[in-house]
């Protein structure tokens, strides 16, 4: 049962336009949501992040939009470079009576930006 | 540098072998996750150290699997009698406090289990 789910494996995009990323949920009870970056052989590196009491955060070139009625997700790069070549995650959690901030992973979608 | 370091960064081994796995968390986090990434999926949560217990371990598969942290800083991941069904990439994350909700991961170690 995946909680967290991202439809597409793969986007292209050229250098300079809008990078989309979608992403969607299915637990209404995470409370806090992030994007991470991963470039091969590395670990995942934190990109930004939005509770769910919001629903716009901006950072930057980056800027994620939640839909809770709608348990979606997207991520908004612009303009994309070449750079932000990489495999992005979406990633869910929601606080437990231990403390435990887990994350729930999507699949990843990996993003290429053409020159 | 400064972030989280993980040890070895490839291991290969035959299947019914033992293997431990080692996360350096950055100095002072106190929160420790351990995650495991297969081919084509997301990072899945094994288990959550707040300090040297392990506050969350309901990501473990089965009883193969044992993570510690003795002194609340390092922690290893032990598997034992291997299975060709672990071999992924193991990912360890910390974060600043209990409260925190930003991890930040270490460059994972490959496990391949022949």
């Known amino acids: 049962d995946q909680q967290v789910k991202q439809n597409s494996p793969s986007l292209s995009v050229q250098e300079g336009r809008i990078s989309i990323l979608n992403c969607d949920y299915t637990?209404?009870?995470?409370?806090?949501f992030l994007w991470y970056k991963k470039y091969p052989a590395e670990g995942p590196t934190f990109l930004i992040s939005?509770?769910?009491?919001?629903d716009k955060n901006e950072d930057g070139r980056f800027t994620v939009f939640l839909n809770k009625s709608a348990k979606h997700l997207s991520l908004h790069i612009v303009p994309s470079q070449p750079g932000d070549s990489a495999v992005y995650f979406c990633?869910?959690?929601?606080?437990?009576?231990?403390?435990?901030?887990?994350?729930?992973f999507g699949t990843g979608t990996r993003l290429k930006v053409l020159a | 540098g400064a972030g989280v370091s993980q040890t070895p960064s490839n291991k290969v081994t035959e299947k019914g072998k033992y293997v431990e796995l080692r996360c350096d968390p950055i100095?002072?986090?106190?929160?420790l996750y351990w995650y495991r990434q297969s081919l084509g999926q997301g990072p899945e949560f094994l288990i959550y150290?707040?300090?040297?217990?392990?506050?969350?371990d309901s990501g473990l598969p089965n009883d193969r699997f044992f993570a510690v942290r003795p002194e609340g800083s390092v922690s290893t991941l032990k598997i034992q009698r291997t299975e060709r069904g672990d071999s992924a990439v193991y990912l360890c994350?910390?974060?600043?406090?209990?409260?925190?909700?930003?991890?930040?991961f270490g460059p994972g170690t490959r496990l391949t289990v022949l």
């Open positions: 939005i509770s769910s009491i919001k």
């Open positions: 990633a869910a959690s929601v606080g437990t009576t231990s403390g435990t901030y887990k994350y729930i």
């Open positions: 100095s002072g986090h106190t929160a």
């Open positions: 150290f707040q300090g040297t217990g392990a506050a969350d």
């Open positions: 994350a910390s974060s600043s406090s209990r409260t925190s909700n930003e991890q930040f």
């Open positions: 637990n209404s009870m995470f409370d806090y």
